[in-house]
């Protein structure tokens, strides 16, 4: 697993989020920790190494 450090695009909190590197493309929804508002997640990987990573909130 990869930990990797983001923030929140609503509240503006750091947080940390834990990636799977054997999936070379993510794109899913997850709830902030802090504020529980909606983020969209785009994660890419190449060769085990986080390539990138973008959170989006979703009133965009």
Known sequence: MYEHYFQCP???EEISM???PSIQ???????CEICC??????IEFINNDLE???ANN???
């Open 10 to 12: 609503y509240c503006w």
């Open 37 to 42: 508002n909606p983020i969209e997640l785009s």
């Open 52 to 54: 990138s990573f973008r």
């Open 25 to 31: 493309r993510q794109n899913y929804v997850e709830d």
């Open 18 to 20: 834990l990636l799977d």
């Open 58 to 60: 979703l009133e965009q």
